[in-house]
């Protein structure tokens, strides 16, 4: 059912509306309930394409008009959508009458007015300036088959929606007023359906952007393939259709590779929405009532228990001990306490208590609240627009290969030119010399160079994925070679976002110290200082206060997975390290008294199963709350009267604990609520996790500068920091109001100088992020959080951290070490060998296809082998590449320039030896072309590593590298011996001596890089003696 108003303007009294049914090809019903005087709107929405034109106003009807009171003609030819319908004189037995519309049949031609008609006139309606109202449905849509009513309805007062800041300094009764919401039986349907048209559906709302066919397309402008496009369309013009196709099958793999990877990394924005529940509980119409979460909109009620995901911004109005976890929000470790009563000031999104935010999580208790922002105008909303207008900037890689490619570019065309001027001056035919320009061209322009690129970083995505890293865009892998600052999260990045109990001090002065992190119950507990592994009571005031955190808790842990709270998960993990298993199995439990944030402890009254003699209490609490329920305490099994010096002693332990980053947790039991016996303090953390600290001083010798984002406090933020390396006390750490308080100039210098930024929101991040980029520095941000994704994607290179999580540390190492590409080595190369065979006067040793079997085939899967290279260790303890320098150093052009003159020469040797009467044969051509391809081999293999030997990266470890090398000697042998091929390659047989003399001299690459490699090794070996002896 579909429905909406025709509201009265102010002038009218009355209003026109319409019910109208819609069946197949057959006649349609439509009434017409018609008052004195049609109102503007009506009239407005109602007039034919091309109006007749008006006759003068005409007083109210009281009676019956043989013409129609609005243009005086006796059929009134309505045109809607270009559906005629005919409307007769008012009925003489339908008089007015207060409070009731006339009413007349009005009967539509057969297939006059189908489904898109009216959809058409109910687009028409929705156009209107003034307000409507749609009743039942989704979508002003209408199909064959459907109903359509169109109704007056009273209109209610616009409800814009609340920032949260305001909602939550509004009392309940205020807010109740603002939003028209009875707050016990929720919204109606009609209010609903209103309030949906002005607000909008509860969701994200995608750019269609571009077709996919037009994404495709712009893979092409790249500069590098804009060249081989011009090459092969050079090709085609002087009938070279095997370079043309051989070119074109290498723009395609390009081109199709790059394009699938981006593709895919667009869908990355939509997984904001899996954050939004797909369902919710809501009161409409005084029923409770199981809804999808995009349904919602503001002044909905809003039921809310443990489990649920918080559907929309809410401000709370009941609250039963209720705690949501806003980790993913504002990245708070800890669940946040939440009540109902106005807040007077906050300073920040992060301590309003009475709003719980889209996205966050249950964790304890349950409430109920008004929706006060639906979509985009929810604080996630404004986290996801943010996102969407970061623009995600050019990586180094992509802005070296763009200056590289117009480079060589230049260079090529330069030669070419030179080299076809030299021939003409030299009388050569110029057709023949635009043939020979042709091959130039095809040398010139890097062939393989994109292709080698694309498919070398996909494999390193590849190669990633499988250690559980993803790579949304291809470039990215050699991003953070270059990265010189990495920004992270803390909560679920440095940290497992999984709270473990680390400390323990009981009531009689022992203290342990608990290892193992996670909900799998690996770890153990040792007592201080004597470091003795404890199991079970063998120290028996330890084993009491862990059995009473395990009985006074509510969570459960099922196949190491937390079902409850972090806090209370902590607990019984420190049990299960303890072999008590699940204490909690040992009594009955007869009573709760929940936790409240005002009372901030919670009990159990339980009975044991076995003796079932007296009742007990466990406790649990802040200390300053419990100590005061507390008459005794635990004194190796006896109670002891508690004394104010042990109070005090207590007090000073919970602070020491405090100062540390713990939460600290009292525990307590005993017979009677009022006297009971003082057990003990547990500390609880979300500790960082294994092997970060150790990451982060390894980048920190490296060179790369690491900095901690987080919304904890301060002490938190502080403790972690201190234990990853991070904040030793001397730099500052900022929080994210002080960030608001710099200025534009200042804030740039002092982001460089401080580690640790606290209590930050996702502007904050975004803001550090900007200000670290105007000084140069090549940013990385890793983060798992909403709070974090506008930084991650305004970074030079942001890392996401999945579900499982997986260390910072191996993340930032894996992708570092894909850094190490020479692939061009081969294009400059064959480039050089043609240039210096032209200039000389000597014939063309290589023909077209010969050159593009170099440059694409034999060139391309060797260097593609480089990038699955295995993991050099001691890739991490290298400074940053600087992302200003080009790919082609001072230092590697030296290298390729000795690698070429040495493939040159070989290859020009053997040309020479070839044509001692100066003619070019199939045999000569095979010869040459069969040495080049051999040089190349070894040439890759000297490439597999810039500095380390053969010897010491292991001759076999790289299998890849060894199947491409076979595959592409065995399609040599096959140009070189299938009779097809030699035809197109114009080769022709070699003998075995032939192979094995050209295996010799291409070795010569190989032997004299390795030799280099190792003069370079012990030059650097020497130079710290020697500066140690100069020291000395």
């Not at 990633?464 to 070679?481: C, D, Q, Y």
């Not at 507390?630 to 332990?653: A, D, I, R, V």
């Not at 069969?930 to 001759?955: H, P, Q, W, Y």
């Amino acid at each position: 059912m579909l429905c909406t108003s025709l509201p009265c303007d102010a002038a009218s009294p009355s209003c026109l509306y319409a019910a109208a049914s819609v069946s197949g090809g057959r006649a349609c019903a439509v009434n017409i309930h018609r008052g004195p005087a049609i109102c503007a709107a009506s009239r407005s929405f109602l007039s034919p394409p091309n109006p007749r034109p008006p006759l003068p106003p005409r007083a109210p009807m009281a009676s019956p008009n043989p013409q129609c009171p609005d243009c005086g003609v006796g059929g009134h030819l309505l045109e809607v959508g270009g559906a005629a319908l005919t409307c007769p004189r008012y009925s003489p037995g339908n008089p007015d009458t207060p409070g009731q519309l006339p009413q007349v049949q009005v009967t539509v031609p057969a297939g006059s007015m189908g489904g898109k008609r009216l959809s058409k006139l109910l687009s028409h309606v929705r156009r209107l300036p003034h307000k409507y109202h749609l009743l039942g449905g989704s979508d002003l849509k209408a199909e064959p088959d459907e109903q359509c009513e169109l109704k007056s309805v009273e209109q209610e007062e616009d409800v814009i929606p609340l920032p949260a800041k305001e909602a939550s300094r509004l009392s309940e009764e205020d807010l109740i007023k603002y939003l028209h919401v009875d707050p016990n039986s929720g919204l109606s349907e009609c209010a609903v359906l209103q309030r949906r048209i002005k607000h909008g559906w509860n969701e994200f709302h995608m750019d269609s952007g571009e077709p996919i066919w037009r994404k495709y397309l712009g893979q092409f402008t790249n500069p590098l393939i804009l060249l081989l496009l011009g090459s092969a369309l050079v090709s085609v013009i002087t009938k070279e259709y095997e370079d043309a196709v051989s070119i074109t099958v290498a723009i395609l793999i390009v081109v199709t590779v790059a394009f699938v990877q981006e593709y895919r990394s667009e869908k990355s924005l939509e997984e904001l929405n899996k954050l939004v529940p797909p369902e919710c509980n809501c009161v409409r119409d005084g029923k409770l009532q199981h809804l999808l979460a995009r349904e919602l909109v503001p002044g909905d009620l809003v039921c809310l228990t443990v489990g649920d995901r918080v559907p929309a911004d809410v401000r709370l109005i009941e609250t039963t001990d209720l705690l949501v976890d806003e980790s993913s929000f504002t990245g708070e470790t800890e669940p946040c306490s939440k009540s109902h009563g106005a807040v007077d000031e906050a300073s920040g999104i992060t301590t309003l208590s009475n709003i719980v935010f889209m996205g966050t999580l249950v964790r304890y208790g349950k409430g109920k609240g008004l929706v006060i922002g639906v979509g985009e105008k929810s604080q996630f909303g404004e986290v996801f627009k943010m996102m969407q207008a970061e623009e995600t900037p050019k990586t180094p890689l992509q802005k070296s290969m763009d200056r590289l490619g117009k480079q060589l570019s230049l260079f090529s065309f330069g030669i070419i030119g030179i080299i076809m001027l030299i021939g003409w001056l030299m009388g050569k035919p110029l057709l023949g010399m635009f043939t020979i320009g042709v091959s130039l061209a095809v040398a010139a322009i890097p062939e393989g160079l994109p292709i080698v690129v694309t498919v070398t970083l996909a494999l390193g995505v590849m190669r990633m994925a499988k250690k559980r890293v993803i790579v949304k865009k291809l470039p990215i892998v050699e991003t953070l070679g270059c990265c010189n600052v990495i920004c992270s999260d803390k909560t679920g990045t440095l940290t497992a976002n999984e709270m473990t109990a680390t400390k323990m001090v009981t009531s009689d002065g022992f203290h342990a110290e608990v290892t193992g992190v996670g909900y799998d119950g690996k770890g153990s507990v040792s007592l201080l200082p004597s470091n003795e592994e404890l199991r079970e009571f063998s120290n028996v005031s330890i084993g009491k206060l862990v059995e009473a955190g395990c009985v006074a808790n509510n969570a459960v842990i099922q196949k190491n997975e937390l079902m409850g709270q972090p806090t209370e998960g902590a607990l019984l993990v420190l049990a299960m390290k303890m072999g008590l298993g699940d204490a909690r199995e040992s009594y009955v439990r007869k009573r709760e008294i929940p936790f409240s944030s005002e009372q901030r402890w919670m009990a159990v009254k339980c009975v044991d199963k076995t003796e079932k003699l007296e009742d007990i209490y466990f406790m649990k609490g802040a200390f300053e709350e419990v100590i005061q329920y507390c008459t005794t305490y635990n004194s190796s099994g006896m109670p002891q009267p508690l004394t104010p010096q042990q109070k005090s002693t207590y007090l000073q332990e919970e602070k020491s604990m405090g100062i540390q980053g713990l939460r600290v947790l009292a525990l307590a039991s005993g017979s009677e609520l009022g006297k009971l016996m003082f057990l003990g303090l547990v500390g609880i953390i979300d500790p960082p996790r294994s092997g970060v600290s150790e990451a982060v001083q390894i980048l920190l010798e490296s060179g790369v500068s690491v900095k901690m984002i987080t919304g904890d406090a301060l002490e938190t933020a502080q403790a972690i920091g201190r234990s990853i390396g991070l904040f030793n006390g001397h730099l500052k750490a900022i929080s994210g109001d002080e960030l608001d308080q710099l200025s534009e100039t200042a804030l740039p210098d002092i982001v460089t100088k401080v580690s640790v930024f606290y209590r930050t929101s996702p502007k904050h991040k975004l803001k550090i992020i900007k200000a670290l980029q105007q000084t140069g520095a090549i940013v990385g941000m890793t983060g798992d959080g909403v709070n974090d994704a506008v930084a991650l994607k305004s970074a030079d290179i942001g890392v996401a951290m999945g579900k499982t999580g997986t260390d910072v540390s191996k993340e930032a190492a894996d992708m570092i070490l894909v850094d190490d590409d020479f692939s061009t080595i081969m294009s400059i190369s064959a480039l050089s060998l043609i240039t210096l065979s032209t200039i000389m006067n000597l014939p063309n040793p290589l023909n077209a296809m010969q050159i593009l079997w170099i440059n694409i085939i034999m060139d391309g899967p060797p260097a593609q082998s480089l990038g699955v290279e295995p993991v050099d260790k001691d890739a991490i303890k290298q400074p940053p590449r600087n992302a200003k320098e080009p790919i082609l150093s001072k230092a590697l052009l030296l290298k390729i320039f000795v690698s070429a003159a040495i493939i040159i020469s070989g290859t020009l040797f053997v040309f020479w030896k070839e044509i001692p009467d100066g003619k070019v044969t199939p045999r000569t051509t095979t010869m040459t072309f069969t040495c080049f391809v051999f040089f190349d081999m070894f040439n890759a293999l000297s490439c597999r590593s810039l500095t380390k030997t053969i010897f010491e990266i292991g001759f076999f470890k790289n299998r890849m590298f060894w199947l491409s090398v076979f595959g592409s000697i065995l399609g040599q042998m096959a140009v070189i011996y299938i009779p097809p091929l030699q035809k197109v390659f114009l080769t022709q047989n070699l003998h075995a001596l032939d192979l094995l003399f050209l295996t010799g001299l291409s070795s010569s690459v190989f032997l004299v890089s390795e030799l280099i490699k190792f003069c370079e090794q012990q030059c650097c070996r020497k130079k710290p003696v020697k500066a140690l002896e100069e020291e000395i």
